[in-house]
């Protein structure tokens, strides 16, 4: 009797026959002998039709945490085609497994696809972060750190969009050195100069903060975005009457990042707006809302009642 991972392989090689996004999570989990199996049988797959099904499983797996596709992910690594090679490594971007590394730096040094070089270098940064937490060894964290500092310098040779994104995953290392980096990052053209004021934020370093509030007002959006992020990951006090004009913005991911913002830096103009703007929001926009009104009072030592659906009264008599 032919298994039922069997049966979705027979349909995923079939380009005549439609595969519902329900039957994909058939590919949660997978086990060794089934990844072996998927492996023999995805490079029939024809190309076009392995892209869609890549893509879908990243999508799964960004909004249903209970998906596992991280076996596939990591079969797709060998995949001909660099957009599958691509959405493989951004699908594993919470895995913190130590034997990603070696694949991901190769990646990073040899791929001929500057996408999949970026995307490497993107995925490399929750291990320069883990490294900085001393939860990876310093051996593991230099072969990191050396390989994307390998490509920040590389200044003639790898593409910007490569440079851009090292930057911003070595932004999480304390070296005293990645603050000249950021620096003449932000010296740079329009591209490299937002990376930087990402990486000013990612970076938590102070120094920063005058830069981020000067550009939270630049009317290109990318950059706008990245300002009113860095703000609120630097806890920028001084941002939150600016950031109240951006929970308007007309672009809605601005609105998202600066409703984000408000809950890093806390207080109670943070929270007047929030709530004011929780008013008028859409569904989407309040569980936005909610999540920065939470953020917001667990930094003030509080329990908001209000998010909970309870009333503090609620609460009396639990210990009586």
């Known amino acids: 009797m032919i298994s039922d991972i069997d049966h979705l392989l027979e349909e995923l090689r079939d380009e005549t026959r439609t595969v519902s996004i329900a039957c994909l999570y ?18 029939q797959v024809p190309a076009i039709r392995r892209r869609k099904i890549v893509s879908h499983l990243v999508d799964i ?6 998906a596992d596709f991280d076996a596939v992910f990591r079969a797709c690594f060998t995949d001909e085609d660099e957009f599958v090679r691509t959405q493989a490594i951004e699908g594993l971007w919470e895995n913190e497994d130590i034997k990603l590394i070696r694949p991901l730096i190769a990646f990073l040094r040899d791929d ?14 929750r291990f320069v972060l883990l490294g900085e937490l001393e939860k990876l060894s310093p051996t593991l964290t230099n072969a990191v750190c ?8 590389s200044f003639e040779e790898e593409n910007i969009e490569v440079r851009r994104r090292a930057i911003e995953s070595m932004a999480y290392s304390g070296e005293e050195a990645m603050a000249e980096v950021i620096a003449d990052a932000y010296a740079d053209d329009g591209r490299m100069r937002v990376s930087a004021v990402f990486a000013m934020g990612r970076s938590a370093d102070p120094r920063w903060r005058s830069i981020v ?3 939270i007002t630049n009317p290109d959006p990318e950059m706008r975005y990245e300002a009113a992020r860095a703000c609120g990951a630097l806890e920028v006090e001084e941002a939150i009457p600016y950031l109240r004009n951006l929970v308007y913005d007309d672009d809605r991911e601005i609105q998202e990042v600066s409703i984000w913002s408000l809950g890093q ?56």
């Open 26 to 43: 058939k590919l949660s989990g997978l086990d060794h002998e089934e990844i072996e199996r998927f492996s023999a049988v995805w490079p």
């Open 61 to 66: 797996a960004e909004a249903n945490f209970e």
């Open 112 to 125: 001929p696809s500057v996408a999949v070089r970026a995307a490497a270098a993107t995925s490399l940064g």
């Open 146 to 153: 050396e390989a994307l500092w390998e490509i920040i310098h």
């Open 265 to 320: 830096i806390g207080g109670e103009e943070a929270r007047r707006i929030l709530e004011a703007r929780y008013e008028e929001a859409d569904e989407i926009l309040c569980e936005v809302i909610e999540d920065a009104l939470g953020e917001l009072a667990l930094r003030g030592g509080e329990v908001d009642f209000l998010l909970f659906g309870l009333d503090a009264n609620d609460w009396q008599g639990i210990d009586e």
């Open 213 to 215: 509030l000067r550009e």
